[in-house]
């Protein structure tokens, strides 16, 4: 694809082939935010960063509050000390490692979960082992990290769930019984009420799901009308510039590409430019009738494009039966070589010619020239034009160069 960058620093581009309208979808279409799931529909990174600010918060509040311990369980602060070093910290370290290194999202979640479980359970134990007051701040401090991870840890949904549950069904476990065998069932009204703290926090969640889901689905029709309206200004600017019949570019595409040549920073020597006309074509017209010569036409158009070097190389219709094609960065010999394979392309399709007696095909002549320092592509196909009338003169079916 070839680029003529003009004085004002837009870009034109110049292409034989036309773009498929897809290929103008923007970035972040509707393919892609499909392939994420509802509530991790934000990027990947994003919802990995949220998970591990959250095990750095957990890790944070067990390691803070090891002097709180030793104030106020006595003998029961060494095994604190072993429980939040030795259970709750490797599980922390372990979620943050996958949170890093693994792109496995049920792992991912699996070790946060984990990790939170266990500092509810720690929490719980540690507060059967204090004295009152100070045992109910624990059970209260373990019913504010169940709270928390629910709304907080950014996990999926059904994770979310599976968590808060087990949280709870530990919590009751150890303060129902408060670590006494047999069992005694103490403390209900302290599960009762975590029970409906995470109740509470589940529903802030949901409710925080919704909405994430709404805004995304926004997202995705914001993102799917993008998408249709860039093709279909794709399809309208490709319309404009196109030639109905032919299928190459037309006469409006050329003079946008003449202005931005003008205006170009990139010089135009070594651009060879071919004038291309149909030998004897009102003749055809008039005798083999306007359909025939429209099929005539778009069969040497597509001889003239299949003869070309690269799709870089640009076929513009200039008139009713004119060809012209520019040919980037090509010297005389090249331009040359081009032009009379076209000419050959085209006498090689052996249109029978109705106004030229038995045996005539279809031909054109070709009139070649190269872009000289400084000038004008405008100029350089007027040169071109009279070398085309020159190959016509000279007996047509041939390049003049």
Known sequence: MSLLTSSDGSNFMASADQRAPDEYSPRGDRADIASRGPWTDAPRHARLRLQFRWLVAVALANLSVLAIDQQNLGDGFSTAVSLRLFVVTPLVLIGLGINVWSRNRHLQSAASAAATISLVVITSLLGQWAQEPIASRYMMAAQFAIFAAAVFASLPWRATQIMTAVAIAAYALIVTGALQFPRTLVNLDLVGFSVLIAILALFIRKQEELRMNEILAMRRIDAARTAELHKANAR?????????LTGVFNRRYLDRFTENWSTSLVPSLGSGVLMIDVDHFKLFNDLGGHAEGDRCLQRVAAAIRSALRSPDDIVVRYGGEEFVVILPAADRSEALAVAERLRVAVSDLQIPHPGLGTGAVVTVSIGTCVATPG?????????????????KKGGRNRVSA
């Open 375 to 391: 000038e004008n592509i405008t100029d350089t196909i007027e040169r071109a034009d009279k070398l085309m009338y020159a190959a």
């Open 236 to 244: 309208l600017s490709q319309l404009s510039s196109t030639d109905a």
